[in-house]
């Protein structure tokens, strides 16, 4: 079918009271604002997926490659996204799912409890739930494009994403509660799905819309519970204790407890350890994980005359502030940083007599672009030498967590002897938990340890370093059960994109940019664990990013549109320049210039190649013969790239460079004869 040939499709409203280019672009901002939403809501809810992060993602970006391919097969309004998603928020606030997993080599941060359904039954309802929510606003996005030249028409999709982004981040700053997600979904709805009769609209648009609210008001309203642009934070009050105590509870998990610094020191050992064991008593002291605030009173009650607390998430420090019982937050000793704390090391200048991790993990293992491992690049051997440089002469480094295994205990131990050249003291607090401290001092004489730690036990994992930052993973290998799940999850797609599109044979002539949507989404990957690791894994960055990516594309769309650009092999040429100063540009360096100097660097050699992989792409979907199945095909790429990012676990983020070069070669070599040379 050529372009020519496309009519304009009559989805049920003749005369659009929206013009094409403002409904592409709300309808593209409102896809991209549903599926950040999704993505935080449900894994504030579903603990299941803070251990496969970019779950919903994936059944998000299945979603919308089906509902570009369902364009022109039903003139019928998509009613089917919004009755889905408010079944989605029935099922989810229905039962609720808590749970306490140990698979073999994966280590989970859970309840000390199992409730809700189990994971083989929630997880595939999420993902398919995900799936058709998503496929009702891309099908109005690709209703869109026959209306308007190839490249107008990403142009806008990309104008739409970019405001979605936005909107998502302004309100993720404002920390809005999810039931302002569900008005704003629920006006987009309202706007979008306009038919006739109105018996239909209100039955199928209103009543769902209205119950997504209603719903979620209630949640928002439930005491106790905060929303931070990462957890969904509960606490409550303990009763019938001697001291005050609060729990806090993060995505359903028990997380940290205030309580007075004297009433912590008698009740866990840990606390105090990193105390006695430092050679002096320190005067100036970091804490990195300062959380609700414990950490912050025992150091000012230990005689700390400055303490910096860093911390990532602005409402446990908030909440801190506000029930701590000591106040430590108040006092004058104290200033707080809303950070990352392997940023803060890498960017700071001032030294520490003491340099505390407090029991910073985030409850996950891995990542991927829907999820923030907010301790990934904290236990590395490169942050340990960071923090190790930011120590005074006669001071002291320490951590302390519950680490449930001991190989873990002497992993850490073992990236800390790398770090600082000497054995630390290992305190095995309690042998339930693997509960232990881990000190170093900045010289063997700066440590006074009760016996000498025997060294790492056979078989323990080497040190966890910045390009395969995981911690929790015992061995080079991705896990049978993410194996299973991502099989699983592709099996399903396949038939799903066969019920939807129609025969495969419909996506033949369009496998190149298939594969440049798998290869794209491993360059994006790379691009935000790198920028995550230069400047912070915090909301903020990971905000910008995206952001920047999508600008980045917008570019070469703008590029291509304007101007005569170099033949596609000349393009391609372009691309694995870029792959190559990706690879050949070493982390370390870009960690050794200045914050500016450094943002400039890293975005030229991470958006080079995405610049010129979507010149590429851009070149090559003008000419498609079919806008909408082309399209969709490369975002079912995206979406198998999504699963391919978890050979990182094997091979590392740097490796992923290689992966994607060798399917740019493949989408390159599948070029069509005519286009080669154009």
Same mark, same amino acid.
């Given at each position: @079918?050529?372009?020519?040939?496309?009519?304009?499709?009559?989805?049920g409203?003749?005369?659009?009271?929206?013009?094409?280019?403002?409904? =592409?672009?709300?309808?593209?901002?409102?896809?991209?604002?549903?599926?950040?939403?999704?993505?935080?809501?449900?894994?504030s809810?579903?603990?299941?997926?803070?251990?496969?992060?970019?779950?919903?993602?994936?059944?998000?970006?299945?979603?919308?490659?089906?509902?570009?391919?369902?364009?022109?097969?039903?003139?019928?309004q998509?009613?089917?996204?919004?009755?889905?998603?408010?079944?989605?928020v029935?099922?989810?606030?229905?039962?609720?799912?808590?749970?306490?997993?140990?698979?073999?080599?994966?280590?989970?941060?859970?309840?000390?409890?199992?409730?809700?359904?189990p994971?083989?039954?929630?997880?595939? $309802?999420?993902?398919?739930?995900?799936?058709?929510?998503?496929?009702?606003?891309?099908?109005?996005?690709g209703?869109?494009?026959?209306?308007?030249?190839r490249l107008?028409?990403?142009r806008? /999709?990309?104008i739409g994403?970019?405001?979605g982004?936005?909107?998502?981040?302004?309100?993720?700053?404002?920390?809005?509660?999810?039931?302002?997600?569900?008005?704003?979904?629920?006006? %987009?709805?309202?706007?979008?799905?306009?038919?006739?009769?109105?018996a239909?609209?209100?039955?199928?648009?209103?009543?769902?819309?209205?119950? +997504?609210?209603?719903l979620?008001? !209630?949640?928002?309203?439930?005491?106790?519970?905060?929303?931070?642009?990462?957890?969904?934070?509960?606490?409550?009050?303990?009763?019938?204790?001697? $001291?005050?105590v609060t729990?806090?509870? +993060?995505?359903?998990?028990?997380h940290?407890?205030?309580?007075p610094?004297?009433?912590?020191?008698?009740?866990?050992?840990?606390?105090?350890?990193p105390?006695?064991?430092?050679?002096?008593?320190p005067?100036?002291?970091?804490?990195?994980?300062?959380?609700?605030?414990?950490?912050?009173?025992?150091?000012?009650?230990?005689?700390?005359?400055?303490? /910096? !607390? $860093?911390?990532?998430?602005?409402k446990?420090?908030?909440?801190?502030?506000?029930?701590?019982?000591?106040?430590?937050?108040?006092?004058?000793?104290?200033?707080?940083?809303?950070?990352?704390?392997?940023a803060?090391?890498?960017?700071?200048?001032?030294?520490y007599?003491?340099?505390?991790?407090?029991?910073?993990?985030?409850?996950?293992?891995?990542?991927?672009?829907?999820?923030?491992?907010?301790?990934?690049? &904290?236990?590395?051997?490169?942050?340990?030498?960071?923090?190790?440089?930011?120590?005074?002469?006669?001071?002291?480094?320490? @951590?302390?967590?519950?680490?449930?295994?001991?190989?873990?205990?002497?992993?850490?131990?073992?990236?800390?002897q790398?770090?600082?050249?000497?054995?630390? %003291?290992?305190?095995?607090?309690?042998?339930?938990?693997?509960?232990?401290?881990?000190?170093?001092?900045?010289t063997?004489?700066?440590?006074? %340890?009760?016996?000498?730690w025997?060294?790492?036990?056979?078989?323990?994992?080497?040190?966890?370093?910045?390009?395969?930052?995981?911690?929790?993973?015992?061995?080079?290998?991705?896990?049978?059960?993410?194996?299973?799940? =991502?099989?699983l999850?592709?099996a399903?797609?396949?038939?799903?994109?066969?019920?939807?599109?129609?025969?495969?044979?419909?996506?033949?002539?369009?496998?190149? =940019?298939?594969?440049?949507?798998?290869?794209?989404?491993l360059?994006?990957?790379?691009?935000?664990?790198?920028?995550?690791?230069?400047?912070?894994?915090?909301?903020?960055?990971?905000?910008i990013?995206?952001?920047?990516?999508?600008?980045?594309?917008?570019?070469?769309?703008?590029?291509?549109?304007?101007?005569r650009?170099?033949?596609?092999?000349?393009?391609y040429?372009?691309?694995f320049a870029?792959?190559?100063?990706?690879?050949?540009?070493?982390?370390?360096?870009?960690?050794?210039?200045?914050?500016?100097?450094?943002?400039?660097?890293a975005?030229?050699?991470?958006f080079?190649?995405?610049?010129? !992989?979507?010149?590429?792409?851009?070149?090559?979907?003008?000419?498609?013969? /079919?806008a909408?199945?082309?399209?969709?095909?490369?975002?079912?790429?995206?979406m198998?790239?999504?699963?391919?990012?978890?050979?990182?676990?094997?091979?590392?983020?740097?490796?992923?460079?290689?992966?994607?070069?060798l &399917?740019?070669?493949?989408?390159?070599?599948?070029?069509?004869?005519?286009?080669?040379?154009?």
């Amino acid at each position: @079918m050529t372009l020519q040939a496309q009519k304009p499709v009559d989805d049920g409203e003749k005369a659009h009271w929206l013009a094409v280019r403002p409904r =592409l672009v709300l309808a593209s901002a409102f896809m991209l604002f549903l599926e950040l939403a999704l993505i935080r809501w449900t894994g504030s809810n579903i603990v299941h997926l803070s251990y496969f992060t970019n779950f919903v993602l994936l059944g998000s970006f299945l979603g919308i490659g089906l509902g570009f391919l369902r364009v022109g097969r039903s003139r019928r309004q998509p009613y089917y996204s919004p009755i889905v998603l408010a079944i989605l928020v029935i099922v989810v606030l229905a039962f609720p799912v808590t749970v306490d997993r140990d698979t073999e080599g994966v280590l989970y941060w859970t309840s000390l409890s199992t409730t809700g359904p189990p994971a083989w039954l929630i997880l595939p $309802v999420i993902f398919c739930a995900a799936a058709v929510i998503l496929m009702g606003p891309a099908e109005l996005v690709g209703r869109c494009f026959p209306e308007l030249p190839r490249l107008e028409a990403y142009r806008y /999709d990309l104008i739409g994403s970019l405001t979605g982004i936005a909107a998502f981040t302004a309100l993720s700053f404002l920390s809005a509660p999810p039931v302002v997600w569900g008005i704003i979904a629920a006006a %987009c709805y309202g706007v979008l799905l306009v038919p006739r009769p109105r018996a239909l609209y209100v039955g199928l648009v209103t009543v769902p819309s209205v119950a +997504v609210v209603g719903l979620l008001l !209630a949640e928002t309203l439930t005491a106790g519970a905060l929303w931070s642009p990462y957890y969904k934070v509960t606490f409550r009050e303990l009763q019938g204790l001697s $001291v005050p105590v609060t729990d806090i509870a +993060v995505n359903g998990i028990p997380h940290q407890q205030t309580m007075p610094a004297a009433a912590r020191l008698q009740l866990e050992r840990q606390y105090g350890l990193p105390y006695e064991r430092a050679a002096r008593p320190p005067k100036d002291v970091l804490i990195v994980g300062a959380g609700s605030g414990t950490d912050v009173a025992i150091a000012l009650s230990k005689g700390a005359t400055r303490v /910096d !607390a $860093v911390e990532i998430d602005p409402k446990l420090r908030e909440l801190g502030a506000a029930v701590h019982p000591d106040r430590p937050y108040a006092d004058p000793r104290v200033t707080t940083h809303i950070t990352d704390g392997r940023a803060f090391l890498e960017r700071g200048s001032g030294a520490y007599d003491l340099i505390l991790f407090a029991l910073p993990d985030s409850l996950t293992l891995v990542s991927g672009a829907s999820s923030l491992r907010l301790e990934s690049y &904290l236990f590395t051997e490169e942050a340990m030498k960071a923090a190790r440089a930011r120590l005074k002469p006669g001071g002291a480094f320490s @951590m302390y967590n519950y680490y449930r295994e001991s190989w873990l205990v002497d992993r850490l131990a073992s990236t800390v002897q790398s770090a600082f050249g000497h054995k630390p %003291c290992v305190d095995v607090v309690s042998t339930a938990g693997h509960q232990a401290v881990i000190t170093a001092g900045l010289t063997a004489a700066d440590q006074r %340890c009760a016996a000498e730690w025997p060294g790492a036990a056979p078989g323990t994992p080497t040190p966890a370093d910045d390009d395969r930052p995981f911690l929790y993973l015992k061995d080079a290998t991705i896990p049978p059960i993410y194996l299973i799940t =991502l099989g699983l999850i592709l099996a399903v797609s396949l038939i799903a994109v066969r019920v939807v599109a129609g025969p495969y044979r419909r996506m033949r002539p369009y496998a190149d =940019l298939f594969l440049l949507g798998v290869a794209f989404m491993l360059l994006e990957t790379k691009s935000v664990t790198g920028f995550a690791l230069l400047f912070g894994t915090t909301w903020v960055v990971n905000a910008i990013v995206f952001a920047g990516v999508l600008v980045a594309v917008l570019a070469a769309v703008e590029v291509t549109r304007r101007f005569r650009t170099p033949p596609l092999p000349v393009m391609y040429g372009v691309l694995f320049a870029g792959l190559l100063l990706a690879w050949f540009v070493p982390t370390e360096w870009l960690l050794s210039l200045p914050v500016p100097l450094r943002a400039v660097a890293a975005v030229v050699v991470a958006f080079l190649p995405i610049f010129a !992989a979507n010149v590429v792409f851009a070149k090559r979907f003008a000419e498609t013969a /079919d806008a909408t199945t082309s399209f969709g095909a490369n975002l079912l790429g995206a979406m198998v790239g999504g699963c391919l990012e978890y050979a990182a676990l094997v091979i590392g983020y740097q490796g992923l460079l290689v992966v994607a070069a060798l &399917l740019y070669l493949g989408a390159m070599a599948l070029l069509p004869r005519q286009r080669a040379l154009a």
